[in-house]
């Protein structure tokens, strides 16, 4: 098999052709191999051209409470009393950086989607 570099995305979709084929390929093997440089090859052209950013933080948190099925009072011990959780979840109040931390330490919401708007 002939690798090349994915300049456009005609060259991705060949590409995506080519790892079909062999996507089940047992490690240590050429094909396996053949795999492993695609798929890397594949990734660097998608993040670079066609990069995916952070949620916005409000999202995750409704995200994460769909997730859990937990209500806007579930959220009252990472955010504080309710009326400032429904500030914060109809977009009128911003997290703070205690909020960040406990909804990060006590939900596992990733830091990167609730400190997205923050850059």
């Known amino acids: 098999m002939t690798i090349k570099p994915i ?3 005609a060259d991705l979709h060949a590409a995506f052709r080519q790892l079909e084929a062999i996507f089940q390929s047992a490690e240590g093997t050429p094909e396996g191999d053949d795999r492993d440089v695609l798929v890397t090859l594949i990734e660097a052209y998608e993040n670079k051209h066609y990069p995916i950013d952070a949620p916005d933080p409000v999202e995750a948190i409704k995200f994460r409470m769909e997730q859990q099925g937990l209500t806007a009072r579930d959220l009252e011990p990472f955010i504080g009393s309710s009326g400032r959780v429904s500030e914060v ?3 009128k109040r911003p997290l703070s950086l205690r909020m ?3 909804l990060h330490e ?3 919401i990733p830091y990167e989607s609730l400190l997205a708007d923050a850059a």
């Open 100 to 102: 960040v931390k406990q």
């Open 7 to 9: 300049r456009t995305d």
């Open 106 to 108: 006590g939900l596992h």
């Open 89 to 91: 979840l109809n977009r």
